[in-house]
């Protein structure tokens, strides 16, 4: 699991760098697809991620609003302030956690019970599905994407 987590910061980061060439109004031009906009769409992917840590423990889940963070910079702070909550709880995880039940009751009159497993894994893939979308968004720029390569990141290291 921490590992899957670790490659998403990486190439979170990894964005963050590639957006200091991209002038803010093009950051902030609606997109087809994804939530708006590439700040938008980095946004969202640290909300979620956080979110989804915050309900599993039984913690409130506050929304920021992204009209607060008009910039790159402002991005960047958002992750820098709600990371370490999410780098705990992922290096805490164990095989224990995995079948937890987590009850969602979000969605008006309907209850649904997923396995805390299966929500971290959400999470993880969320990230993934949103980068795909920036690595369109960057072509249409011009622009060569992030590379979404696993392999050569060094996130483990073989004996």
Request: include cysteine; glycine fraction near 6%.
């Amino acid at each position: 699991m921490e590992t899957f987590f670790r490659y998403n910061w990486m190439v979170r980061e990894q964005w963050y760098v590639w957006c200091e060439d991209v002038p803010l109004e093009e950051l902030l031009r609606p997109r087809m697809g994804g939530v708006g906009n590439i700040l938008q769409t980095l946004f969202h992917i640290i909300d979620v991620e956080w979110s989804w840590v915050q309900l599993l423990q039984g913690k409130p889940d506050d929304a920021e609003d992204f009209a607060n963070y008009q910039n790159l910079e402002a991005v960047r702070r958002f992750d820098r302030k709600l990371r370490p909550d999410v780098e705990v709880f992922v290096t805490a995880w164990d095989s224990s956690m995995e079948k937890r039940a987590y009850i969602d009751h979000r969605s008006a009159g309907k209850t649904s019970t997923y396995s805390w497993g299966e929500v971290m894994r959400h999470v993880i893939a969320h990230e993934i599905h949103h980068m795909g979308q920036l690595s369109v968004w960057a072509r249409e720029l011009g622009k060569q994407p992030v590379s979404a390569n696993v392999i050569g990141k060094g996130l483990i290291i073989p004996d």
